[in-house]
């Protein structure tokens, strides 16, 4: 008597999930967004040039690219506006706001401070290159494991906060749960940007004794700590949202006029001391709560 051979196992049945297409894109929100992904790709694209003086201005290619990541967030911010006011914010322009942000205020600011370091730590008389895991010193290898930190911190800060955030309300944006990637963007990019004004218009290429070995150390450390701040379940409050909407006390206006007057004379110093500031705000709340306790 024959015995019947076993039945294979049979495969669990794949559920598809149904197609829905859009049924339309909002043109004014999404231009301003892709214009935010094409300032970032911008600024790497000037970011990766040997420092120098450019075409543009008489500007050093890293200034450019600060430059273009601040003008990437004045993009990021009008989109939003955009859509609130045409009534066209949607799921898909969310997702598209995330990816422009991360190459944006992610990749962009980590590829800055790398070249930036890699041009002052060593001296730009015999160091061409961008640091990376191939270096020959344990302190390049350490700068570029920050900024891959960095932009790994930037990708799950914005993969967190689309998870999160199930209301497109504005009363449910009143403030963030860690650093926003502009923010985190904008400190490591107006540094940069305040670097390379001292370098060109205050030391005129001669920097004092210790600048250049003091500011590839400082550079890195702040990148590291606001990779940390993104990631962190710190508040920080949306400063449109929480300041410039609706009705405010008189007194609120005449403080938003003093940074605005003190950038019309030393601008690369006060977006510095702007986004250091707010980096910095949500921390100091907690310790202040905490002694207050």
């Known amino acids: 008597m024959t015995t019947p051979l076993p039945t294979p196992p049979t495969r669990p049945h794949r559920t598809h999930r149904p197609f829905t297409p859009l049924p339309g894109i909002a043109v004014v929100p999404t ?25 543009i201005l ?49 990749v962009a600011p980590a590829f800055m401070m790398l070249r930036l370091v890699s041009y002052y730590y060593g001296g730009p008389e ?3 290159g961008i640091l990376g895991p191939d270096a020959d010193n344990a302190y390049g290898k350490i700068i570029w494991g920050v900024a891959a930190f960095y932009i790994c911190c930037t990708a799950l800060r914005l993969a967190r906060f689309n ?3 199930t209301s497109l309300d504005e009363e449910d944006h009143r403030y963030f749960r860690g650093l926003p990637s502009p923010g985190a963007g904008g400190t490591v990019a107006s540094l940069t940007l305040l670097h390379q004004h001292l370098m060109v218009a205050r030391f005129h290429e001669v920097p004092p004794d210790g600048f250049e070995r003091t500011s590839a150390l400082l550079l890195p450390l702040v990148t590291l700590l606001v990779s940390a701040a993104m990631i962190s379940r710190a508040r920080y409050w949306h400063l449109v ?26 601008f690369q110093v006060a977006i510095a001391v702007s986004f250091t500031l707010y980096a910095l705000s949500a921390p100091a709340a907690w310790a202040f709560r905490r002694l207050r306790a």
């Open 163 to 165: 998870a999160e955030t």
């Open 126 to 128: 015999h160091y061409t």
């Open 58 to 106: 008489g500007w050093s290619t890293l200034t450019i690219a600060g430059s273009l990541v601040i003008a990437g967030m004045l993009f990021d911010a009008i989109d939003g506006f955009a859509a609130r006011i045409t009534g066209s914010a949607s799921e898909f322009g969310a997702q598209l706001d995330s990816m422009a942000d991360m190459v944006t205020f992610g």
């Open 241 to 266: 949202n929480r300041y410039l909407r609706g009705r405010q006390p008189f007194a609120a206006v005449a403080w938003a006029i003093l940074p605005i007057a003190f950038a019309m004379w030393w």
């Open 31 to 55: 231009l301003f967004t892709l214009g935010n992904l094409v300032c970032g790709f911008a600024a790497i694209h000037y970011a990766s040039k040997p420092i120098g003086e450019s075409a």
